[in-house]
């Protein structure tokens, strides 16, 4: 069924990581409800809680003292000294181990540090998250030899350090990377170096200024190769540990964005760099699964950020619908403004932060987190974009005035730089376009694997029986679907609560027999409707996010009383609202005709849609 989706789909086939999928996401492509997996909320030590208080002290402390973010805003530089202060304070080690220098915090403390340093100055969370989610780090932790650990966690724990995988030509598709490393061997075929050339492009963390590089270490992902002209053709990668004043390469000019002042992104060229054997993290062909595992834990930490930027946005819509009179009355008061906007912004922002904490905690506890990873860092800039754009919205022409022109004239929000910073987040670790196609993927593979055999085109008597074993197993498992299942592991406080998980168990049945018959109907052409298949993962995702939030609002319930249940439940009735209008898209909607205008616009057509412009 993927053949015909080219040769960089054919690279993340094989390798992609090929063990059954886990978890509640997983279950709900098998058409079920697995509350287990999410009821009760799993707890943390009371010793992770007290390392997170203190580095989270530390932090504060640490950006209230040293960084300004209107300055950062407007110099487009952190602080010079603030690169020190953080190495000093462990910040490039925050999840190492503490028996390795770090300060060994968990996933789930984490990510509620970079929630915090995003809410205060992005440039601070990019910087960080890029180098301890991903970067070097990662990697050597993972992969590496003793000896390599021993030689590269002290120096990555003082210095943030770079990951570099984009290129030119490659955002998501492996296909077209160019960057390789030609193999020198010996006259005996014994590998005794690697010689590095390509370049890769947006790379955080890599310039201080202009061919002076902040990061100490590149972890670099490239093709491995005999011969140059097997470059194209290569589906071998490796990971390579480099220092970024190693002879041949050139880092910079920086990159300048229309947000995220502050960061320090460049280009890196590669010329001919010379690397050991021992800088191979990793086996050879294991670079790209590598990759692939770090964005992983990046999906949740870009999650986190994100949760940090909406609740900046939601607490300055706050704020302005309190203080803003129209009409009469406070702007909040009215229904467009607060039943419109601050009431979705308030129950999402719950959502995202059950979200978050849940793919963390299964970080923490080892547990298959592939499919929860890609979700929740969709669902999370999503619907962070739509707070932010709406506390623009919210605050008309102010908000898009700069905050250093406005607060001349009276005290405001920085609504315009929260707005600008807040964008990338739905490109950044996979698009949402491709990690909806992606969890669709992924969690189809057992469905997928059944439908290859069923159109192998084979005759022989036993591929036939096999196929009439497969099409007898699947015809029971969609009458099964008509069944209702139980709902145990659940306590609520209130019985209307349960009728949500009754609703999310019956759609999960459902959700199983369309994806059933869409494959029955479109076959090979299913992994080519992507608006129906990207219908089909927000059916998914608020189902899951419907089950996390009742569970974490009765978690902290304790804490908070029971208003919380508040936003759970309106949430809940709007993410059904959601779900039962994607299911009837799936079976009525527009996608033909719209694509036969797209093809129409691809060759040319509608030229009087350019008139009138320069």
């Not at 492009?201 to 670099?220: C, F, H, M, Q, R």
């Not at 804490?559 to 809940?572: M, T």
Request: charged share 25%.
């Amino acid at each position: 069924m993927l053949e015909k989706m080219g040769k960089g789909v054919e690279i993340a086939e094989e390798h992609r990581e090929k063990r059954r999928h886990d978890g509640f996401i997983a279950d709900l492509f098998r058409g079920k409800a697995g509350f287990n997996y999410i009821f009760p909320w799993r707890g943390r030590t009371d010793a992770d809680w007290a390392k997170e208080k203190q580095v989270i002290g530390d932090l504060m402390s640490l950006l209230l003292k040293k960084v300004d973010p209107e300055l950062v805003d407007q110099t487009h530089d952190l602080p010079p000294e603030i690169f020190s202060d953080l190495a000093q304070q462990g910040f490039f080690a925050l999840k190492v181990p503490e028996e390795q220098g770090g300060r060994g915090l968990s996933q789930t403390a984490y990510g509620h540090v970079i929630e915090l340093a995003n809410s205060y100055s992005t440039a601070v969370g990019i910087l960080l998250s890029a180098d301890n989610t991903i970067g070097a780090k990662f990697p050597v932790m993972h992969y590496g030899t003793p000896e390599q650990k021993a030689k590269y966690l002290p120096e990555l724990s003082k210095t943030p350090s770079a990951f570099c995988f984009t290129e030119k030509d490659v955002g998501s598709d492996p296909a077209q990377m160019g960057t390789y490393a030609l193999r020198i061997k010996t006259r005996h075929g014994q590998i005794k170096g690697y010689i590095l050339t390509g370049e890769k492009w947006y790379i955080t963390n890599s310039v201080l200024e202009d061919g002076k590089p902040l990061a100490k270490y590149l972890a670099v992902v490239t093709k491995i190769v005999d011969n140059q002209e097997d470059v194209a053709e290569s589906k071998y990668f490796g990971m390579f540990i480099i220092p970024s004043d190693a002879v041949g390469i050139e880092i910079g000019p920086r990159n300048k964005f229309c947000g995220i002042h502050g960061i320090y992104n460049a280009t890196i060229k590669l010329r001919y760099v010379l690397v050991d054997p021992d800088q191979l993290i990793g086996q050879e062909g294991q670079g790209f699964k590598i990759a692939l595992e770090a964005l992983n834990t990046g999906r949740i930490s870009i999650s986190a950020g994100c949760l940090g930027l909406a609740k900046k946005a939601f607490s300055a819509s706050q704020w302005w619908a309190k203080t803003r009179s129209q009409w009469g009355k406070l702007i909040g008061q009215h229904e467009a403004i607060g039943a419109g906007f601050l009431t979705p912004a308030a129950s999402n922002i719950l959502a995202m932060e059950a979200m978050v904490n849940h793919a963390s905690s299964l970080v923490d506890r080892e547990r298959d987190v592939r499919l929860t990873a890609a979700v929740c860092k969709v669902f999370c800039s999503e619907h962070m974009w739509t707070i932010v754009d709406n506390t623009m919205q919210i605050f008309g022409g102010r908000g898009y005035e700069t905050y250093a022109s406005l607060s001349s004239r009276e005290k405001t929000a920085a609504v315009e730089r929260i707005w600008r910073d807040a964008r990338p987040n739905r490109i950044f670790e996979g698009s949402t376009q491709i990690l909806s196609q992606w969890v669709l993927r992924e969690g189809l593979d057992e469905f997928i694997k059944q439908a290859t055999t069923l159109l192998d085109g084979k005759e022989d008597q036993a591929s036939r029986k096999k196929r009439f074993k497969i099409v007898w197993r699947l015809s029971c498992e969609y009458l099964r679907l008509f069944w209702p299942n139980e709902i145990q592991y659940v306590e609520l406080p209130y019985p209307y609560l349960k009728k949500h998980l009754k609703f999310v168990e019956k759609r999960a049945r459902k959700l199983k027999r369309a994806l059933m018959i869409l494959g029955a109907k479109f076959r090979n052409d299913l992994a080519h409707r992507q608006l129906i298949m990207e219908g089909c993962f927000w059916i998914a995702t608020d189902l899951f996010a419907i089950s996390v939030i009742l569970s974490y609002a009765q978690n902290i319930s304790a804490r908070f009383g029971l208003e919380v249940f508040d936003l759970a439940d309106i949430f809940c009735r709007q993410a059904r609202l959601r779900i039962d209008e994607q299911f009837r898209k799936i079976w009525k909607n527009e996608d033909h005709q719209a694509g036969l205008v797209a093809s129409k616009i691809m060759e040319g057509h509608y030229k009087f849609l350019h008139e009138g412009i320069m």
